[in-house]
């Protein structure tokens, strides 16, 4: 592994995305609309975990999009069995995993799809929807009970 | 200026002839142009190549031409393309054909009353003696290196030897007998 | 660097294809995606075989259609070599789309256009319908008008859109037949001369740069892409000076000099033919005869580099005379030529603002003579005397049947 100095810049989520913006005149934008994704020397940061990457402006990871979203998922990791499904599934990369082992969500750039509660195979559900003004704590406090077999 | 005019079928070589006596008239110095007109016409088509000459750099791109010499390379072609189109009064014309110059005269009114600016050379039996096949275009090379004084035979040889290196040396061999043949049997 | 080193004489003749082919040996290209079409054939080929022998270090890569040609370049571009190919009518058509996303990501592509004319009716020989077709697509075009051209503007070519204040495609364009396949003489530069006139590739942007990631393709919508496009216009209209100064350093190496509009015989010309390709020469022909013979004081201007078009050059060339046929070798589609439209508007800005009338000519290869130029220099010259057009303000020239025109001179 290349000696390199970890630092920790944890740009996720700096700026909001919406549409009006910081806009640039035809004289500020770049070249070809080429957009680079890290600042400085991006080499060997292969083995660099996301939040100790230096993202640029450009790059989607330093922006947010949480004002998008109205309902957002809420992660019960007692519940969790760590299957990676949600990982798999989510459309906006918003499900944090390291090591195979769920952390959490990045509400960034999670928009409340539900993709995650709906693939989520656990019973009751490791991931549900909530209001996005719902406490956290306050939601995993009315987290549903197993559910038993329905008797045909 | 001196423009040439060939008159040949697609497969017959003109195109190669006109490019290959462009090649060797550089050599002098001198600047040229050799095209032709095809494209998507097949084998046996009836095809027209053209040259220019000159001391100076050629402008005209234009097909059209007064020739100073019409070099038919296929015996059919002088009955049924119009070979005199666009001629004048000192045009040349060389032509392939088994006929004497006389018999060929008989057979195309257009030549009639241009009896000593034709000259006959039969190159497919030429190319089909040296060559092994019909291939008139060197032959043809050879009849206008004669009738037109440009150069001295042995002059032409040495370059159309360059000009055709990528071939093996029996074939260029066979081309060399075959303009020299044509030089001294054209009539 | 190649393995085999190719022999070359002073003086060489080639063909406009050949020609090319050359260029695109001494300046080493790294990759040439291509899908061969007629006439320009010759140069892919011709290409592939200097990879296979030795003569290139490069790759060619074969796709399946003209579509997937330039989107291999782009890509190979993209990545950080020096790309070409070079295609005509159909195929062109084909890239149209492509060509588009190379200059709006200014990849400086070098694409070998063979003028050829656009079927229906199908149709191998030269008109400028293909050409046309890309003249809002944002790359450089440049106008060879004969072999020799087509191979010193295709060395340019690379040397302009390589520029990093430039970093655009240039499409460098020559008649299909009349020059693709007319052998003339050819005085080529020395490999060492012609890669070093080029230079090295420089890339910008590569993808192949790991230690700088970067999107290419990027979308932009209503509130960023009139920005981005407004960019690339600045940046094709700032090439000018650029090409300017290639052709200068050009001239230093070869003698040979070439200008964004090529003017012929107008020191004092009273009346002129605008255009382009193996025509200009011919009329230069033509203007030479009519003074010698006719007195008729006639000059020819070439529009050699006609995008970014070089509007106050051709008002310099031309607000002196009195009458200006310009010829446009493409079907016009139910409007004026294309050239017309512009030469004109150049031309409306201008004190005298002289008469203009429209040749449509050529057309799938039509010979255009010597005899031909001259016709247009005459009625030009009827304008001139008679003050206002005395003809219908666009005619076909050198077509069979009844004479066809459109519109005439609003006089009152």
Not at chain 2, 91 to 115: D, M, R, V
Not at chain 2, 141 to 149: E, Y
Not at chain 3, 117 to 131: F, T
Not at chain 3, 292 to 305: H, L, M, P, S, T
Request: hydrophobic fraction near 40%; charge should be negative; include cysteine.
């Amino acid at each position: 592994m290349q000696d390199i100095k970890l630092k920790a810049t944890e740009k996720r989520g700096l700026h909001e995305l919406e549409a009006g913006k910081d806009l640039l005149g035809w004289d500020e934008v770049t070249q070809g609309s080429i957009l680079p994704s890290f600042e400085g020397d991006a080499s060997n940061i292969a083995h660099l975990k996301q939040e100790e990457r230096d993202y640029s402006h450009y790059n989607s990871y330093t922006a947010t999009v949480a004002s998008w979203r109205v309902v957002k998922p809420v992660f019960n990791m007692d519940v969790c069995i760590d299957c990676q499904n949600c990982w798999v599934w989510c459309p906006d990369t918003s499900i944090i995993s390291r090591d195979k082992q769920m952390l959490g969500i990045d509400y960034d750039h999670c928009k409340g799809c539900e993709v995650c509660v709906e693939v989520c195979p656990t019973n009751p559900k490791s991931l549900l929807m909530f209001n996005e003004h719902e406490d956290i704590e306050n939601a995993l406090s009315q987290w549903p009970e197993k559910k038993k077999k329905e008797k045909k | 200026m001196t423009e040439i005019r060939w008159h040949s079928r697609a497969g017959q070589g003109a195109v190669s002839g006109a490019k290959g006596l462009g090649d060797v008239v550089a050599t002098t110095g001198k600047e040229v142009q050799a095209f032709a007109l095809y494209g998507s016409a097949k084998r046996g088509a009836a095809l027209r190549a053209y040259n220019r000459i000159a001391d100076e750099q050629i402008f005209n791109h234009a097909k059209f031409m007064y020739p100073d010499y019409v070099l038919v390379i296929d015996p059919a072609l002088a009955m049924t393309d119009d070979i005199t189109m666009n001629d004048k009064e000192t045009t040349k014309y060389i032509i392939t054909t088994h006929l004497s110059k006389e018999e060929l005269i008989k057979e195309i009114p257009a030549l009639q009353g241009k009896e000593d600016r034709v000259y006959v050379v039969d190159c497919i039996q030429i190319s089909l003696d040296t060559i092994k096949r019909s291939m008139p275009n060197s032959p043809m090379l050879g009849a206008f290196v004669k009738v037109s004084g440009m150069f001295e035979l042995d002059y032409f040889l040495e370059n159309m030897k360059r000009v055709l290196k990528k071939f093996p040396q029996k074939i260029i061999d066979a081309n060399m007998e075959a303009i020299t043949r044509a030089y001294n049997e054209v009539k | 660097m190649p393995k085999e080193i190719f022999e070359l004489q002073d003086r060489e003749v080639w063909d406009g294809n050949y020609a090319a082919s050359q260029a695109m040996r001494q300046a080493q290209v790294d990759v040439m995606a291509a899908y061969p079409i007629t006439p320009s054939t010759p140069i892919v080929e011709n290409y592939g075989n200097y990879v296979a022998n030795g003569y290139i270090d490069g790759e060619f890569v074969m796709v399946e259609s003209e579509h997937a040609a330039m989107s291999a370049c782009v890509g190979a571009s993209a990545s950080g070599g020096r790309v070409a190919t070079a295609t005509s009518s159909q195929g062109f058509a084909l890239m149209a789309e492509v060509l588009y996303q190379a200059s709006g990501m200014r990849l400086p592509i070098v694409l070998n256009v063979v003028n050829r004319a656009l079927a229906s009716p199908l149709n191998v020989r030269g008109d400028h319908a293909d050409m046309y077709l890309g003249r809002d697509s944002g790359w450089i075009q440049l106008g060879a008008f004969n072999a020799q051209e087509a191979y010193d503007l295709a060395l340019c070519a690379f040397k302009i859109g390589e520029d990093h204040s430039v970093r655009l495609p240039v499409m460098v364009h020559q008649d299909g037949f009349i020059t693709s396949h007319t052998a003339q003489n050819v005085y080529p530069l020395s490999d060492e001369e012609a890669y070093k006139f080029v230079g090295d590739f420089k890339p910008v942007d590569d993808m192949l740069d790991f230690s700088r990631p970067v999107t290419y393709g990027a979308q932009t919508e209503e509130d960023w892409h009139f920005e981005h496009k407004a960019k690339q216009h600045k940046a094709l209209m700032d090439s000018r000076p650029v090409i300017d100064k290639v052709f200068e350093e050009f001239e230093k190496i070869s003698g040979r000099k070439y200008n964004r509009v090529e003017s012929y015989m107008m020191e004092d010309a009273e009346v002129a033919l605008v255009g382009l390709g193996t025509t200009v020469e011919t009329a230069r022909v033509a203007a030479k005869q009519l003074r010698d013979e006719e007195g008729i004081k006639a000059g020819v201007v070439a529009i050699r580099n006609f995008r970014p078009f070089p509007f106050d050059l051709v008002r310099d060339a031309l607000e002196n005379v009195k009458s200006v046929g310009v010829t446009d070798r493409s079907s016009p589609g139910g409007a004026m030529g294309f050239f017309f439209n512009e030469v004109s508007a150049a031309l409306y800005t201008t004190p005298k603002r002289p008469l203009v009338t429209n040749y449509i000519y050529g057309l799938g290869g039509r010979d255009f003579s010597i005899e031909d130029a001259k016709n247009i220099f005459r009625e030009q010259k009827a304008n001139a005397d008679a003050g206002y057009i005395t003809t219908d303000i666009q005619q076909f020239s050198g077509l069979r049947g009844p004479k066809l025109g459109f519109f005439q001179t609003k006089r009152s």
